[in-house]
Each structure stands twice: as C-alpha cells, then as structure tokens.
T-cell receptor, first 113, second 115 residues
Framework: AQKVTQAQTEISVVEKEDVTLDCVYETRDTTYYLFWYKQPPSGELVFLIRRNSFDEQNEISGRYSWNFQKSTSSFNFTITASQVVDSAVYFCALNGGNEKLTFGTGTRLTIIP | EAGVTQSPTHLIKTRGQQVTLRCSPISGHTSVYWYQQALGLGLQFLLWYDEGEERNRGNFPPRFSGRQFPNYSSELNVNALELEDSALYLC??????????????FGDGTRLSIL
C-alpha cells in the first residue's frame, strides 16, 4: 500500500518569507514517481514538479526548490521570497507505476501581504 | 494547446438521481483518470481509462462507472446519488504506457452538489 503524509495542515507566512512544505511517503515499489501539485482557490490542480525514485538530484526552478531524500522518504518543497499569488493548497502525490496517484491531504498555504 | 476540459462546471442533483460528467483530454493523451475530492476525504482515485478500456479502479461502489470513447474523451456516470457523493470531480489525462512517469494534467473539475 502507498501512503503520502503532509503533516502541516495549514501554514501562514508574511510575504517575502521563505516557507517549506513537508511530504513523507511510504511505498514498497522500487521504482516510483513523486509529484507536487498546486490547487488555487479556483479549484484546478496545477502540476509543479515530478521526481523519479532513482534520481535524488535536487532541483531549483525560480523561487521554487525541491529536496528529495530517499533515506528519509521525504520530498519537501520550498518557496523562496513568497508572494501572495503563492497562496493555495499544495498536494504531494506518489505514483508507484500503476498509473494511480496517491495524494497527501494537502497543506493550505496563506501568504499574508 | 488546450488543456483538459470538463463539463459541466457545476451540477445540482437530488438523492437517487443519476449524473454524467464529461472530460476531454489534452490532444495526444490517451489515458484519462477520474478523482473525487470530497470535503474531509481528500483526493481519491476513482477510475483510469486507457485506449477505451478500464485499467484500474479505486475503492468505490459499482454505481460509479464510466467509459472512454474512440476519441479518448471520457464520461463518468454516478447512479443512485447519495449525499456523500457531493464533491469536486477532477479529470486528468496523460500520455499512455508511461508507468506513471508522466504527470497527470488536471481539468478544472465539476462540482457536484447533492440535495
């Protein structure tokens, strides 16, 4: 069975602060894929990033960065210099190769102007 | 490039009725997925269709069903609606046969309210 845990239910930070969203996963698959999605108030899920289980290279894309650590089964997401437009619910998800995404419960991020 | 499109946007039904939700995938994508996002239950996988066949199914009763057409669009049917079916239903698409490598791209969803 697969499981994704996002322990932070809600986070509020003041604009321009850095914020890290935590994600811990469980799977018995040796090959799997991890994803982060953003869900703004309008409802659609926006794909942000994908990581393969065999590629632990961390990635930076603009103000976003991701830290994948297989040893701790974690795939954390950091927003640097947060902006009000970053306010949304962020979901971490796992695909063990069976085409089914298992989502965490999401972290609601509020950026205070 | 057009994204995943879903219709209708909102729907209000009463208990016992039946509903059909529709989804058109991104051009070139042959896999279509359905997810339910109910309050307090999070995002749950419902169904996966690929090349017209149902490939995988989540833990939902048989009154949740669907199909995929030759043009890869898909319908989700829910019979005998119950109050707990009130949710946002999200459709996603991806390229086929990728073993989960490719991200699933989501539509805006259909918000279903059961009175």
């Amino acid at each position: 069975a697969q499981k994704v845990t996002q322990a932070q239910t809600e986070i509020s930070v003041v604009e321009k602060e850095d914020v890290t969203l935590d994600c811990v996963y469980e799977t018995r698959d040796t090959t799997y894929y991890l994803f982060w999605y953003k869900q703004p108030p309008s409802g659609e899920l926006v794909f942000l990033i994908r990581r393969n289980s065999f590629d632990e290279q961390n990635e930076i894309s603009g103000r976003y960065s991701w830290n994948f650590q297989k040893s701790t089964s974690s795939f954390n997401f950091t927003i640097t210099a947060s902006q009000v437009v970053d306010s949304a619910v962020y979901f971490c998800a796992l695909n063990g190769g069976n085409e089914k995404l298992t989502f965490g419960t999401g972290t609601r991020l509020t950026i205070i102007p | 490039e057009a994204g995943v499109t879903q219709s209708p946007t909102h729907l209000i039904k009463t208990r016992g009725q039946q509903v059909t939700l529709r989804c058109s995938p991104i051009s070139g994508h042959t896999s279509v997925y359905w997810y339910q996002q109910a309050l307090g239950l999070g995002l749950q996988f419902l169904l996966w269709y690929d090349e017209g066949e149902e490939r995988n199914r989540g833990n939902f009763p048989p009154r949740f069903s669907g199909r995929q057409f030759p043009n890869y669009s898909s319908e989700l049917n829910v019979n005998a609606l119950e109050l707990e079916d009130s949710a946002l239903y999200l459709c996603a698409s991806s390229a086929t046969g990728t073993g989960g490598r490719q991200p699933q791209h989501f539509g805006d969803g259909t918000r279903l309210s059961i009175l």
